[in-house]
């Protein structure tokens, strides 16, 4: 039996669009898949060694949802939607976001992304940086993790134009 394939492209670099690529890769690479990421633009933040600038951008994102991650439950069940003209003048607000957001990641037991990405590592997931980006933004090979490939879109096709999955995120 062939072993199903299955690839990825990570564009965005925000801590809750680092969840898809990560979820979904060490997901199916436990079900035997072979999986390969290919991180772009944005995406490339997800390959640094250090994670912990990684925040939630509110702004611009309507499908979002604004919980609390604390207090007695008819306050945690409030919605929270908060007009961007709003989110624009808070001073900060993109912080709290992000705090009350990493928040309800761990009340819920949902893993970090340093975790989930250990997973992907440990599950043998080819991590594709995109060496184009790299230069355009001026990044230093030394800024990422170890163990990653560097490449082009070309590099990457070999793999996807023959994958079972192919998913933009």
């Known amino acids: 039996m062939e072993t199903k394939k299955m690839a990825l492209i990570a564009t965005k670099g925000t801590l809750d669009w680092a969840y ?21 633009f944005y995406g490339l933040q997800l390959l640094k060694k250090d994670l912990s600038g990684l925040k939630v951008s509110p702004l611009g994102n309507p499908g979002m949802p604004m919980k ?10 409030l919605n ?4 961007n003209a709003v ?3 808070v001073p900060g607000y993109e912080n709290l976001a992000t705090s009350l957001m990493k928040q ?9 992304i340093p975790e989930l990405r250990e997973l992907c590592v440990e599950a043998d997931v080819k991590m594709i940086g ?14 990422f993790m170890d163990g990653i490939e560097y490449g082009g879109a070309a590099t990457f096709f070999e ?11």
Request: hydrophobic share 45%; with cysteine.
């Open 20 to 40: 898809p690529p990560f979820i979904l890769a060490s997901t199916a690479a436990a079900l035997g898949y072979e999986v390969q990421i290919f991180f772009t």
């Open 68 to 77: 609390m991650p604390f207090g007695p439950k008819w306050f945690k069940g």
């Open 80 to 83: 929270w939607n908060i007009p």
């Open 87 to 89: 989110q624009s003048l």
């Open 104 to 112: 309800t990641i761990a009340n819920n037991g949902v893993a970090s």
């Open 130 to 143: 995109c060496q184009m980006t790299v230069e355009l933004f001026g990044f230093d090979h030394r800024e």
């Open 159 to 169: 793999f996807a134009g023959e994958t079972d999955i192919c998913l933009f995120i």
